[in-house]
């Protein structure tokens, strides 16, 4: 039994112990330093893989050039409102299906039909609704956006704890407080998961926005330099999507534990 215990207690603390947090770097440098053995020992060609310092030097020829900046800068603005149209659209539409019976019998069907399509399938259709303009761009990013919010957000309304909303309506607490003081904080955790996901999504959607009809933007970049079989260009285009992606990600992890401090992270 005290054998038992003894393996029991192991386990745990092995997976309670945290990473150092060198842990992450280290395993950056080290793939960044076999690629670039790679390339120096002519293992590989530097037309399919630039080696690492290569695609760093051209990173900041571009960059002081002021191509990087333009493109950007393209890229952000759409993302941004598209990200922020979407999220903000699958919250509250989230919460109504939630929250209302009436609400989640029309809405979830129509929901779940749609959330399969994929969304670069549509982007077509929207450029023929919308133009080859702004709008069909930002239109695609928050359709993407939209469906893991709106799941997510839902989700989280619906794995409220009773008691808190049983303790709400005792009080005569009034339906928008309810939402506001009980079942939005307690959602906020899965409204998170779904912002983070549909982080990557929007970025997915905004390359594939801009390779289709965009002159500027990482997207168009990317696409251009690969017609041309400049690869090392081509790579900084990847490396700015990579660096936009954790961006994000710590952005969202920042914003998460300002309004969710009772959440261990």
């Not at 702004?134 to 709106?150: D, N, Y």
Request: glycine share 8%; with cysteine; hydrophobic share 55%.
């Amino acid at each position: 039994m005290a054998l038992f215990e003894r393996e029991v207690k192991f386990r745990l603390a092995f997976m309670e112990k945290k990473a150092p947090r060198w842990a992450g770097p280290a395993g950056i440098l080290i793939v960044l330093a076999l690629w670039q053995l790679l390339c120096m020992t002519g293992w590989v060609s530097e037309l399919y893989l630039p080696a690492p310092t290569s695609i760093l030097a051209t990173g900041w020829e571009m960059t002081t050039s002021g191509e990087i900046a333009i493109n950007l800068k393209a890229s952000l603005f759409r993302i941004g409102w598209g990200f922020a149209v979407g999220s903000l659209v699958g919250v509250l539409i989230g919460l109504a299906t939630g929250f209302s019976r009436l609400l989640e019998a029309v809405g979830n069907p129509l929901i779940y039909s749609l959330y399969p399509v994929p969304k670069i399938a549509l982007l077509p259709l929207i450029i023929l609704w919308l133009g080859i303009g702004e709008v069909s761009k930002i239109s695609i990013i928050s359709l993407g956006v939209f469906f893991p919010v709106v799941i997510n957000t839902y989700s989280g309304v619906k794995n409220v704890d009773p008691l808190l909303l049983k303790v709400a309506v005792s009080y005569r607490t009034s339906q928008l407080n309810i939402i506001r003081k009980v079942i939005l904080p307690a959602a906020l955790p899965v409204i998170f998961a779904g912002l983070k996901l549909a982080a990557g999504t929007s970025l997915l959607l905004l390359v594939a926005a801009e390779m289709i009809a965009a002159k500027e933007g990482i997207g168009a970049m990317v696409l251009h330099y690969g017609d041309l079989m400049l690869t090392t260009k081509l790579m900084v285009g990847v490396l700015v999507l990579a660096l936009l992606g954790l961006l994000f990600n710590r952005v969202l992890e920042w914003v998460e534990r300002r309004l969710i401090p009772w959440k261990s992270h």
